[in-house]
């Protein structure tokens, strides 16, 4: 079976520091992972994925994200933090015709 | 495009009425799926489908039916709404109905309240 974990429910960060937000998974066979953003109120919007090759992906509004293989690893970084990037994170991992999520790390981003 | 379109936005059910979610994409994409989000349990998977004619069950399908008549249109039914209903419902598609899966294109979502 495959899983995802989020560990954090919540991570706060001052604007202008680096922000992490962990994420490790757990799947059978060789995975394709993913980071969303939902923003209030909306869909979630897909930001990066990872399938293949370099282990740093970078995807929208600045975000990068590391996968490790030996930690069965997968996370998001941003080098400065917005306050616009407060929102609801999910990690999610796809190794059969199903998409999995982590249960959600919000995200804050204080002025 | 459009992309992927939810109707309604909004929806307040009473316990046992029934009703159908309505989903349709316009990006010609083979996979669709429903998922509902509660508080501190992320996305779940409810009902999926791979192509028009064929639809399977995800994690959490008790309540709900789907079909898949048509690539564009993916709708789900609630058959005797109950209050553990209340949740927002995300329809979603993908290009590839492949293993693994690609990423997925949401909805802007259904907040359904059952009293």
């Known amino acids: 079976a495959q899983s995802v974990a989020q560990p954090e429910d919540q991570v706060n960060v001052a604007e202008g520091n680096p922000l992490t937000v962990k994420c490790t998974y757990s799947?059978?066979?060789?995975?394709?992972l993913f980071w969303y953003v939902q923003y209030p109120n909306r869909g979630l919007q897909f930001l990066l994925k990872?399938?293949?090759?370099?282990?740093l992906v970078k995807g929208s509004y600045g975000f990068e994200a590391e996968f490790n293989k030996s930690q069965t690893s997968f996370h998001l970084k941003k080098p400065s933090a917005l306050v616009s990037d407060s929102a609801l994170y999910f990690c999610?991992?796809?190794?059969?015709?199903?998409?999995?999520f982590g249960t959600g790390t919000r995200l804050q981003v204080f002025p | 495009n459009a992309g992927v379109t939810q109707t309604p936005k909004f929806q307040v059910l009473k316990t046992g009425q029934s009703m159908t979610l309505q989903c349709a994409q316009d990006?010609?994409?083979?996979?669709m799926s429903w998922y509902r989000q509660d508080p501190g349990m992320g996305l779940r998977l409810i009902h999926y489908?791979?192509?028009?004619?064929?639809?399977d069950q995800g994690e959490v399908p008790n309540g709900y039916n789907v079909s898949r008549s048509t690539t564009e249109d993916f709708p789900l039914r609630l058959l005797s709404a109950a209050p553990s209903q209340t949740s927002v419902y995300f329809c979603?598609?993908?290009?590839?109905?492949?293993?693994?899966?690609?990423?997925?294109?949401f909805g802007p979502g259904t907040r359904l309240t059952v009293t």
């Open positions: 979603a598609s993908s290009y590839n109905p492949d293993r693994p899966l690609y990423e997925q294109y």
């Open positions: 799947v059978s066979g060789n995975p394709y």
């Open positions: 990872y399938i293949t090759g370099d282990n």
């Open positions: 999610a991992v796809s190794a059969t015709d199903k998409l999995i």
């Open positions: 990006m010609n994409h083979e996979y």
């Open positions: 489908s791979v192509g028009a004619g064929i639809t």
